[in-house]
């Protein structure tokens, strides 16, 4: 039994080595101190029982700690691994990492889209599922972008590639899941910091005992029970089991401190454009003044040429519509957040921007009050001496505005509120028409963080989209994007992302960092008990070495078990089967 013991335990006490040479007093240092004592004081049962089950348990720990990760290995295992490359018409079959920027691809029914790109020719249904968590496919047709590793399910696309590698949409999703993962949350450090001194006060009080009692089995089985195992890994597994579970909705938390402190939100700050709507917007009403309609419009599609502001792409795309030539580019175009841009064109300086920043005349005032109270925004093009046309713009509100904002009071936020650059017309309008509680009209990008600062303490969360959004993110306790192409920088700055534009998941984002919290504390709570029974009967000659370990390996499998059903937590918070509250 001796040998077999010590065969068993050849791990255990190899880990306890190395522990010891960087100075950390762990858990399998206080288990091989127990073994060798139950060996010196002849109790070879004991020590054998401890060595079998300690591993025992490691090796079920181990294999539940892969399984709570194993939401990031299925998005690993969807990369496709080749593509169908066009060569003037000849399709060729090549491997994945060969595909490059600029390619053509062809892609049929039934098949995986290899890479991210832009359709060139064709109408299909692509099951987005994996990507943005949208369960019905969706249509797409030329200049639609596509996502690699979504599945084709009828038609047939020839695409242009924009993304390969990693620098695919999904190549990102995995490292973010992959660095949020590796995250700790502030408990995660809370925690850390406890077992570091909890360990060595447990091996004095050990110590203590034994002289005290003249007792070396009592020592040795307090050494034994009192190990944290399952105190120490509470928190990490609800964290990675959630983390993972969210990556398969579209939802990607950036950490266990993004779920924490989502958790906490009482408070909603939104931006208008690109979140509460559409972010789409089109030109609806334009005049001039002074130059030819086209000449205006030609030029502010090219001023506009740089900038990804929604607001920007509309005119640009009423330009196109309109036939006009807009290829030229304009010179020192310098952008300004929150305001518009500058730029030279034909040796003539403009400007180009919101009515807040751009000076008008009394004829351009009374049709901006004319547009305005159509519901429009406005966006003037103006020289250096006068303005030389108006934009009315309208946008579209998400079909899923005004239910997500009903269904955040359900889950017991208190206030929500619009922050936008808009005028006062637009984002009443709105506002109304959503339902939300509160707005602030026509502010910069600072102006929306300072008015997120004057609510601190209110557990606030901002969401966003856009480069104008950066500042805002960063000032809010918690903060969530809405992801998609030419949203990085938010996506970048934001805690939490929703990979797709569907609004809806950010009530489920919240009921997703709730239950992980609540998940966290029952094993936390549970572990401290376990705990605080077992040492209680040590301490009254109740409890056995061996029954010690055995109850406390189980103990760390029923913390293990417990944060795997966040695994199975399903959309609209319900378990997958049988559709029972979780």
Known sequence: MSLLTLL????????????????????????????????IIGDYFEAAAVTYLFTIGHILEKNSLEKTRSALKTLMDLKPTTGRRLNENVEEI??????????????????????????????????????????????????????????????????????????????????????AQDKKAKTEKFMDTFSKYYTPVIVLFAIIMSVVTKDIRLAVTILVIACPGALVIATPVSFVAGIGNAAKKGILFKGGDSIERLSKTSMVFFDKTGTLTEGRPVVTRFKSYGLDEDEVLRIAAIGESYSEHPLSKAIIDYAVKHGLDINDKPTDPNMIIGKGITFRYNNSKYSIGNDTWIKANDIVQKDIHTFMDLGLSTILLADEYSVLGIFGIEDQIRHHSKSMILELRTLGIKKTMMLTGDNERVAKAVSESINIDDYRASIFPEEKAEIIKQHAGEHTLFVGDGINDAIALTYADASVAIGGFGKDLAMETADVVLMSEDISKLPEAIRISRKVKSNMVQNITFALLVVLVLMT??????????????????????????????????????????????
């Open 537 to 582: 009967g040590v301490l009254f000659k109740k409890v056995s070495m061996s029954i010690g370990m055995l109850v406390h390996e189980l103990s760390v499998l029923l913390v293990l078990l417990n944060a795997m059903r966040l695994l199975k937590y399903n959309l609209g918070g319900q378990h997958g089967k049988g559709h029972k509250r979780y």
């Open 94 to 179: 090549i491997p994945f990492n060969q595909i490059k920027p600029g390619d053509v691809l062809l892609v049929k029914p039934g098949e995986k889209i290899p890479v991210d790109g832009i359709i060139l020719e064709g109408e299909v249904y692509i099951d987005e599922q994996m990507m943005t968590g949208e369960s019905m496919p969706v249509f797409k047709q030329v200049n639609e972008i596509v996502y690699g590793s979504t599945l084709l399910q009828s038609g047939y696309i020839k695409m242009k590639t924009t993304h390969v590698g990693e620098e695919t949409t999904l190549s990102r999703i995995i490292h973010m899941v992959e660095e």
């Open 8 to 39: 068993a335990g050849v791990h255990i006490f190899k880990k306890a080595l190395i522990d010891i040479k960087y100075r950390i007093v762990g858990i399998d240092l206080l288990v091989s101190i127990a073994v060798i004592a139950a060996f």
